[in-house]
C-alpha cells in the first residue's frame, strides 16, 4: 500500500528565508512523487514531479525537491521565500502505470514580513 | 486554452438533500479524476473516468454518491441524500494519457460542500 506523510502542519517562515517541506513515502512498488501547491481560493498547482533519473528535480516559482530513495523521501525545498509563496503545500505519489495519487495531509506555509 | 472548471465554487445544503457537483475537464483530456478532502486531512482518490467510462471507482465512499461523464465530456457528481460527514472540498482532475506519471493531471479550483 501507497501513504504519503508530510511531517509538518505548518511551517511559519520569515520572509527572504529558506525553507524546507519535509515528506516521506511509503510504497512496495517505483512510485512516482509530485509537490502540488493550493494558493488561497485556488486549485491544486504542480510545483514540480520525480519520474526517474536526475534526483534533484526543478520546478516552478523557484522550488526544487531531492528524491531520496534510501530515506524515502522527497523534500521541498526554496533557499529564499516571499510572501507569495503563502499556500498549501501537498506531497503525492503515484504507483508507476498507476491512476490515483495519494497525497499527504499537506503543509501550510506561512511567509512572515 | 481554458482550465478544468468546476461548479458550484460553494454549496450549502441541509442534511437529507440531493447536490449534484458538475466538473468540465481541459478540451481533449480522456482521463478525469475525482478527489475529496475532508475536514483538513487527506486528499483521497473518489475515481477515474476514461472517457465515458469508469475506469476505477474504488474511492467512492457509498452508494449515496453517483458520478457520470455524458459522452465523455464534462462530468457531474451527485450526492443523495447528503449526510453531514460529506463536508469537504471536491476536487476534479484531468489528463491527456493514462497514468498521471507521463502527463500532469491539471486540477479545478474544487467544490466546497458543507452539508448542514
Known amino acids: 500500500a501507497q501513504s504519503v506523510t508530510q511531517l509538518d502542519s505548518q511551517v511559519p517562515v520569515f520572509e527572504e528565508a529558506p525553507v524546507e517541506l519535509r515528506c516521506n513515502y511509503s510504497?512496495?512498488?517505483?512510485?512516482?512523487l509530485f509537490w502540488y501547491v493550493q494558493y488561497p481560493n485556488q486549485g491544486l498547482q504542480l510545483l514540480l514531479k520525480y519520474l526517474s533519473g536526475s534526483t534533484l528535480v526543478k520546478g516552478i516559482n523557484g522550488f526544487e525537491a531531492e528524491f531520496n530513495k534510501s530515506q524515502t523521501s522527497f523534500h521541498l525545498r526554496k533557499p529564499s521565500v516571499h510572501i507569495s509563496d503563502t499556500a498549501e503545500y501537498f506531497c503525492?505519489?503515484?504507483?508507476?502505470?498507476?491512476?490515483?495519487?495519494?497525497f499527504g495531509a499537506g503543509t501550510i506555509l506561512r511567509v512572515k514580513s | 486554452e481554458a482550465g478544468v472548471t468546476q461548479f458550484p465554487s460553494h454549496s450549502v445544503i441541509e442534511k437529507g438533500q440531493t447536490v449534484t457537483l458538475r466538473c468540465d475537464p481541459i478540451?481533449?483530456?480522456?482521463?478525469l479524476y475525482w478527489y475529496r478532502r475532508v475536514m483538513g486531512k487527506e486528499i483521497k482518490f473518489l475515481l477515474h473516468?476514461?472517457?465515458?467510462?469508469?475506469q476505477d471507482e474504488s474511492g467512492m465512499p457509498n452508494n449515496r454518491f453517483l458520478a457520470e461523464r455524458t459522452g465523455g465530456t464534462y462530468s457531474t457528481l451527485k450526492v443523495q441524500p447528503a449526510e453531514l460527514e460529506d463536508s469537504g472540498v471536491y476536487f476534479c482532475a484531468s489528463s491527456q494519457v493514462w497514468g498521471q506519471g507521463r502527463a500532469e493531471a491539471f486540477f479545478g479550483q474544487g467544490t466546497r460542500l458543507t452539508v448542514v
Open positions: 510504497s512496495s512498488v517505483s512510485v512516482y
Open positions: 473516468f476514461v472517457k465515458e467510462s469508469k
Open positions: 503525492a505519489s503515484l504507483r508507476e502505470y498507476g491512476n490515483k495519487l495519494v
Open positions: 478540451s481533449g483530456h480522456d482521463n
